[in-house]
């Protein structure tokens, strides 16, 4: 990782210059980082999705902002034209640019996005916690993809940023949730914000899931931990036609239990990003307090400490870190 210097691009017609704020750091940027994504990103690359930060400057055209608006970006744009798009799944469009992946993102001062990203700020949340409203919105798609309802018991493998926010969102829906994670910091973690933790490497994860159940097995379990032995597991913990959902990023592919699936008719989804829907509802639940991003957020460094800031998060000394610029 490395700080440049540049002059920031004009802005375009239908473009925004926003001064970027805050920019998460998150476990797609990690795949980045390790050369996972190497097919996408063109390097050198300025990375970074998660964010938060105010209009600038508007370009040519662009109607309903002013100067000085707190923002988020939602960092998708789709073709439009595709099979995916014409049957309204432009979120998942054939030939998505995931901005900050596909082509440039938030870690810069400045950032020229188009003004059909932005995504519209309360005025009581703070820039600080309106970083967070990018991976809450991947956990509000991933519990309404799910179909979770209120008193539906539900199981999230995996204790990170993500799974965090899922087991509070299913929790705020009504859900009985529990969070399986075996590093003991993150269970923690999960535990203080007062969630039900399991450790699974000192107990059967399958029968407390069963016990906890009266027999039955989760409606819901979202595999979040990208852990080969957890997918291979997790279809022990669903009730029959429940369902599991996969929001973890797996690199290679992963064995699975194909005749529990059968057996049991489960249903299998996979969960990818979010809508505007699901970004608006983030906002929301940031804004109402619903989100506790003060037990979140580890620590906030500057850019020149970037480097080492993916180094405390690859090495899970972190729940989630924040990049302050334009400080």
């Not at 002059?7 to 017609?13: L, S």
């Not at 014409?86 to 640019?97: F, S, T, V, Y």
């Not at 529990?260 to 008719?265: G, I, M, P």
């Not at 800031?309 to 400080?327: I, S």
Request: hydrophobic share 45%.
């Amino acid at each position: 990782m490395t700080v440049e210097e540049r002059e920031p691009a004009a802005v375009g017609p239908g473009e925004v210059r926003i001064a970027v704020a805050y920019v998460g750091i998150c476990g797609t940027d990690l795949h980045v980082f390790h050369g996972d994504m190497d097919g996408r990103v063109t390097k050198p690359a300025t990375i970074g999705h998660e964010m938060s930060g105010t209009i600038v400057e508007l370009g040519a055209g662009v109607q309903g902002w002013s100067i000085g608006d707190p923002v988020t970006v939602m960092p998708l744009a789709w073709d439009g034209t595709c099979p995916a798009c014409r049957a309204g799944n432009e979120h998942i469009c054939q030939h998505l640019n995931f901005i900050g992946i596909d082509s440039p993102g938030a870690l810069q001062q400045y950032w020229n996005v188009p003004a059909s990203t932005l995504v519209r700020l309360p005025s009581s949340v703070s820039l600080r916690d309106a970083a967070l409203v990018e991976p809450v919105a991947v956990a509000v798609h991933d519990v309404r993809r799910s179909e979770l309802g209120a008193g539906d018991k539900a199981v999230v493998i995996g204790a990170g940023p993500i799974g965090v926010l899922i087991a509070i969102v299913a929790a705020a829906a009504g859900a009985d949730v529990v969070i399986a994670e075996i590093d003991p910091a993150r269970r923690a973690t999960a535990a203080e914000i007062g969630l039900a933790t399991l450790d699974p490497s000192s107990v059967d994860q399958a029968a407390w899931v069963q016990e906890w159940t009266g027999g039955a097995g989760a409606d819901v379990v979202f595999e979040v931990s990208g852990s080969a032995a957890a997918v291979q597991g997790a279809t022990d913990l669903v009730k029959v036609r429940g369902t599991l959902v996969v929001v973890a990023i797996h690199p290679q592919p992963r064995p699975m239990d194909l005749h529990r699936v059968f057996w049991r008719e489960l249903r299998i989804l996979g969960a990818r990003v979010y809508q505007r829907r699901d970004f608006e509802r983030a906002a929301e639940l940031v804004a109402e307090g619903t989100i506790p991003t003060g037990k979140l957020v580890t620590s906030t460094v500057s850019l020149a400490e970037i480097q080492s800031a993916f180094e405390v998060l690859e090495a899970g000394r972190a729940m989630k870190l924040l990049v302050e610029l334009n400080a």
